[in-house]
């Protein structure tokens, strides 16, 4: 059990190479579905070992023994190896659920104090144009969803550029991109080791919002030059107070982006299926560790119950 239980917390130290490379071999579209599941995966089966070895280290003692009923020492490995994990695994819990909650409490303040701006200014349709000396667009969820760009950005842009990035931001809305990009924070706060995936993620929707961009304009270079030009303005702007689950065309490493467009639309790659079957396999084995871990911690308790034979 032990063992089975570690493995979980012990995959997502291995996930940033594997995304990078399922990155470039998969669609865009696959791989933000591919990634952010397996990403939600993980960093749940990791969540569900530590609260299994809290559960354990719990049952040693004699309280909560008398609470769960035990006529019977729990048998797991040794109080040396069990103590101290179960420790470790309530400061982890702890801390995941301390920065879940930050993040979700400034990410909430953050959206509130963005679609009161957003409602302040002039709207035409889904495009609400926010008067501010700092380049920036991005696409802001809600009821109803909006395109929020400011009059520095588009001063910084011609009318073509203009329709292209428009283009970019409707695609993240179109695409609920927002809810890739909160599962991968809210991932990354609950195993340290999946920080770098929800780069990844981003990258990849940006990726998405790209390819539906040049689609839309029928123009990629356009749509490639639109967001290089979109970002250069915005270097100079000041940090922007929207959510982080607000996609932006100006986010992500836009070098590669404007490379992936101009180098034609995406093909398929000969090595995708094995990417997609990797990526699959991981979340899978995290999955049945921590599966099989848990049932034979029920198995164990029902031991130390005296309701099945060991």
């Known amino acids: 059990m032990i063992a089975l239980l570690l ?26 579905w591919l990634l952010t599941l397996c990403t939600v995966v993980t960093a749940g089966c990791s969540l ?35 103590v101290p994990a179960a420790t470790l695994s309530v400061g982890a819990l702890a801390v995941s659920l ?22 302040r200014g002039p709207a035409a349709g889904d495009l609400c144009v926010v008067d501010s000396p700092d380049p920036d667009a991005y696409a802001l969820p809600g009821r109803p969803h909006r395109i929020v760009v400011t009059t520095a950005m588009l001063r910084s842009l011609d009318a073509a550029e203009r329709e292209a990035l428009f283009a970019h931001e409707r695609a993240h809305n179109a695409g609920g991109h927002h809810y890739f990009l909160a599962a991968a924070e809210l991932a990354a706060h609950c195993h340290p080791a999946l920080r770098p995936v929800r780069h990844q993620i981003r990258l990849a929707a940006e990726r998405v919002a790209d390819e539906a961009a040049a689609s839309a304009v029928g123009d990629r270079r356009l749509t490639a030059r639109a967001i290089a030009r979109a970002a250069l303005a915005g270097q100079s702007a000041a940090r922007s107070a929207r959510p982080g689950f607000a996609a932006g065309a100006t986010t992500g490493p836009v070098p590669l982006r404007v490379k992936a467009l101009l180098a034609g639309p995406p093909g398929a790659h000969r090595a995708a299926a094995a990417a997609a079957a990797l990526l699959l396999a991981w979340a ?7 599966a099989t871990g848990m049932i034979d911690f029920h198995h164990q308790v029902e031991v130390a119950q005296g309701e099945e034979a060991p």
């Open 7 to 32: 493995l979980p917390i012990a995959l997502p130290f291995l996930v940033a190479p594997v995304t990078r490379r399922a990155l470039d071999r998969l669609a865009p579209r696959t791989a933000l």
């Open 48 to 82: 569900a070992a530590l609260g299994a070895f809290v559960l354990t280290g719990l049952l040693q003692l004699s309280v909560f023994a008398a609470l769960g009923e035990l006529v019977h020492p729990l048998r797991t490995a040794s109080d040396a190896f069990v």
């Open 98 to 119: 301390w920065t879940v909650a930050r993040a979700v409490l400034r990410q909430t303040r953050a959206f509130r104090a963005a679609r009161t701006e957003a409602d």
């Open 284 to 290: 899978g084995l995290s999955c049945g560790a921590a």
